[in-house]
């Protein structure tokens, strides 16, 4: 079983940055699928990014909402067991309670909540315009 402690949320103005990190125990996230999710209120938990497992001669394999292409950047640090995401140009649409979640059944890409089997227990980000 794996645990997972986000933090790095806040409160930021539109424009702003943060970088939220997700530290794992239990098991090594490099060789899981660790996925970040957001739910904003009255909305259903979305994916944001993915981190795979794979590492090819182009480097670990990303994928990443529509929405937040091009300005989050999710990565991971397999020393530190910690997976991160650095958000840039923050939109007030970003603001939400952000989840870490690690795939535990398979390694194969997925961007359904229903898909990961542990999660964190959240960090709020607030994006002010």
């Known amino acids: 079983q794996v645990q997972l402690v986000e933090s790095g949320g806040g409160s930021v103005q539109a424009g702003g940055s943060l970088r939220l990190s997700c530290v794992a125990s239990?098991?090594?996230?490099?060789?899981?699928?660790t996925g970040w999710f957001r739910q904003a209120p009255g909305k259903e938990r979305e994916f944001v990014a993915a981190?795979?497992?794979?590492?090819?001669?182009?480097?670990?394999?990303?994928s990443y909402a529509d929405s937040v292409k091009g300005r989050f950047t999710i990565s991971r640090d397999n020393a530190k067991n910690t997976v991160y995401l650095q958000m840039n140009s923050l939109k007030p649409e970003d603001t939400a309670v952000y989840y870490c979640?690690?795939?535990?059944?398979?390694?194969?890409?997925?961007?359904?909540?229903?898909?990961?089997?542990?999660w964190g227990q959240g960090t709020q980000v607030t994006v002010s315009s």
């Open positions: 979640a690690v795939r535990t059944t398979n390694s194969n890409p997925s961007t359904l909540p229903s898909d990961f089997g542990s």
């Open positions: 239990g098991r090594s996230l490099s060789s899981r699928v």
């Open positions: 981190i795979r497992a794979i590492t090819t001669i182009a480097g670990v394999m990303t």
